[in-house]
């Protein structure tokens, strides 16, 4: 059981360019978050899914498109990176909604620095 | 819409002493959860104790404890007999109990153990 795994753990890009930033979690949650984490500051929700096929927008989605195409898998686009996208970028999991089974459990984070 | 304020940047303990650090939050909700999470080097989001908002008795687990203040809209959290592994950012974190499910994080406190 690997829990929330997440890959590249860091990436330099350039101005313009897109990548995905991936997420697999191998705990059967339904719910998938994705945070991005700016120097000295706290996390921020840029998308988030309460199952497969089922995704909204966070707080900080203006740069970023997400699909949910599988229960395990919540991959995180970016499309024409800026440098105000440098940040810490983290995938979260969930299972449901009681008090038991909210906890969301974070994967390591990617560090993206965009030039 | 919901914020959460930490209001020191960091703070400082000698080992085996104890050290509480502050939480405020702003809500219209009356139903909700209050979260510590730790966020060491490793740059793992670890939680530490969580707290509903419905309980009147304050959580505590092992050496971590929270002193929470419903209607002042406080939520501290007290570490005792500090130990090397606890030093890392702290944040607190706030989510509604209806609807998506999503964290909001203070601005964090970086927590530095003295031997």
């Known amino acids: 059981n690997a829990g929330v795994t997440q890959t590249p753990k860091f990436r330099i890009l350039k101005i313009g360019q897109s990548m995905t930033l991936q997420c697999t979690q191998d705990?059967?949650?339904?719910?998938m978050y994705w945070y991005r984490q700016d120097p000295g500051m706290g996390l921020k929700l840029i998308y988030y899914s309460v199952g497969a096929g089922i995704t909204d927008k966070g707080e900080v989605p203006n740069g970023y498109n997400v699909s949910r195409s599988t229960t395990e898998d919540f991959p995180l686009r970016l499309e024409l990176a800026a440098p105000s996208q440098t940040s810490v970028y983290f995938c979260?999991?969930?299972?449901?909604?009681?008090?038991?089974?909210?906890?969301?459990?974070f994967g390591p984070g990617t560090r993206l620095t965009v030039l | 819409a919901q914020t959460v304020t930490q209001s020191q940047p960091e703070m400082s303990v000698q080992e085996a002493e104890t050290v509480t650090l502050s939480c405020t939050y702003d809500?219209?909700?009356?139903?909700?959860?209050l979260f510590w999470y730790k966020q060491p080097p490793s740059r793992q989001m670890i939680l530490v104790i969580r707290?509903?908002?419905?309980?009147?008795q304050n959580a505590t687990e092992n050496r971590f404890s929270v002193n929470f203040q419903k209607a002042a809209k406080s939520f501290s959290l007290k570490i005792s007999d500090s130990q090397l592994g606890d030093a890392a950012m702290y944040f607190c974190a706030y989510k509604v109990i209806q609807g998506a499910q999503k964290l909001v994080f203070g601005q964090g406190t970086r927590l530095t153990i003295n031997p």
């Open positions: 705990m059967n949650h339904n719910y």
């Open positions: 809500t219209s909700e009356s139903d909700y959860y």
């Open positions: 979260a999991s969930s299972y449901g909604l009681a008090a038991n089974t909210d906890t969301q459990y």
């Open positions: 707290q509903e908002a419905y309980k009147q």
